[in-house]
T-cell receptor
């Protein structure tokens, strides 16, 4: 069974710092990996989707990379802002129509 | 911008009662999902639905659960006899079905079983 792990579980940084969130998965046979943002008590907002054939995707200050063979993905956030404070989740699509989520990294960006 | 909607936002029920959680996926999307998130825990996959039938389900999705797409817009999750441990946020999601299969989530329904 696919297991998805996210490190660190929590991160607190001052505004303006660049930071890296990590996601690892045990089964490299994935179709894609998606990064989400979740605000307290809210739904999930899609940030980036990386197909299994891709190495990275970029959107604004966000850059996600994927190393399928080693079972890892990183989400890089440049010039962090207080509005980036949220929990960041990664999810892998393994089987045709099934997804596995990590526990998330709770990010706090201090003004 | 199209979005997934869910109703109600919060449902309180007594143990043993039936509940139906409703979702309206993005129009023209083909794949539909239900997830749950117990407070402080991971988002857990429950079931996926395509072409009017279940395509995958998890071990959580036992006989107490059922899904239905009664018309061209709604997608429902029914829990027949709720238990205390069913208390969670329930999220609906949909995927368009094209080359890029990005999931879009609804805001969730908080289910509280007393």
């Amino acid at each position: 069974k696919q297991e998805v792990t996210q490190i660190p579980a929590a991160l607190s940084v001052p505004e303006g710092e660049n930071l890296v969130l990590n996601c690892s998965f045990t089964d490299s046979a994935i179709y894609n990996l998606q990064w989400f943002r979740q605000d307290p008590g809210k739904g999930l907002t899609s940030l980036l989707l990386i197909q299994s054939s891709q190495r990275e995707q970029t959107s604004g200050r966000l850059n996600a990379s994927l190393d399928k063979s080693s079972g890892r993905s990183t989400l890089y956030i440049a010039a962090s802002q207080p509005g980036d404070s949220a929990t960041y989740l990664c999810a892998v699509k393994s089987n045709f129509n099934k997804f596995y989520f990590g526990s998330g990294t709770k990010l706090n960006v201090k003004p | 911008e199209p979005e997934v909607t869910q109703t109600p936002s919060h449902q309180v029920t007594q143990m043993g009662q039936e509940v139906i959680l409703r979702c309206v996926p993005i129009s023209n999307h083909l794949y539909f999902y239900w997830y749950r998130q117990i407070l402080g825990q991971k988002v857990e996959f429950l079931v996926s639905f395509y072409n009017n039938e279940i395509s995958e389900k998890s071990e959580i999705f036992d006989d107490q659960f059922s899904v239905e797409r009664p018309d061209g817009s709604n997608f429902t999750l029914k829990i027949r006899s709720t238990k205390l441990e069913d208390s969670a946020m329930y999220f609906c999601a949909s995927i368009g079905g094209g080359v890029v299969d990005e999931q879009f989530f609804g805001p969730g329904t908080r289910l509280t079983v007393l």
